[in-house]
T-cell receptor, first 110, second 114 residues
């Protein structure tokens, strides 16, 4: 079945460090790809999306490019802040159904 | 513009009881999806409603059921509660039920089954 694999956390970085969170997926069709972020005790917030191959989604300094040939959608940010500490979820949307992995917890230290 | 709202925020039930969770979709959205998120896990798709009809279901037993109303708000009902049903239940609304439609999530309902 369809699935998502994210790099295991927790990931701990110092403020202003470069961030990469790897995400690969398996899907029977041609999904759109999403990154969501979840702050402690809250629901999920959309971070960015890409709907077709080679599209780049971006928001708040975060970027991810839809790589169909490697079925990947890695999240990057050039300089993280303490306020970026949260759990990040990569989620393909297959026919209206979001498929989530286990999430990657990011902790940014001052 | 009001976002997605859910009620109640927290709920405690005992095994065997029934529970109803509610979700109000974002203005202009006609699709509601429900997800279950166990502690430390990613959300799992329960089902989706599009214009009052079920439009896809995940791997959940029939004791999980739902409704969507003409104003596109929705309910999730769970019968015969089990301990493993303890989780955060998330509702998301979207403009449609397709693969490109962004789903916007509510804050969730935390259900504890004792």
């Amino acid at each position: 079945g369809d699935s998502v694999t994210q790099m295991e956390g927790p990931v701990t970085l110092s403020e202003e460090a470069f961030l990469t969170i790897n995400c690969t997926y398996t899907a029977t069709g041609y999904p759109s790809l999403f990154w969501y972020v979840q702050y402690p005790g809250e629901g999920l917030q959309l971070l960015l999306k890409a709907t077709k191959a080679d599209d780049k989604g971006s928001n708040k300094g975060f970027e991810a490019t839809y790589r169909k040939e490697t079925t990947s959608f890695h999240l990057e940010k050039g300089s993280v802040q303490v306020s970026d500490s949260a759990v990040y979820f990569c989620a393909p949307n297959q026919g209206g159904k979001l498929i989530f992995g286990q999430g990657t917890e990011l902790s940014v230290k001052p | 513009e009001t976002g997605v709202t859910q009620s109640p925020t927290h709920l405690i039930k005992t095994r065997g009881q029934q529970v109803t969770l509610r979700c109000s979709s974002q203005s202009g959205h006609n699709t509601v999806s429900w997800y279950q998120q166990a502690l430390g896990q990613g959300p799992q798709f329960i089902f989706q409603y599009y214009r009052e009809e079920e439009n896809g279901r995940g791997n959940f037993p029939p004791r999980f059921s739902g409704l969507q109303f003409p104003n596109y708000s929705s309910e999730l009902n769970v019968n015969a509660l089990e301990l493993d049903d303890s989780a955060l239940y998330l509702c998301a609304s979207s403009l449609g039920g397709g693969r490109t439609d962004t789903q916007y999530f509510g804050p969730g309902t935390r259900l504890t089954v004792l």
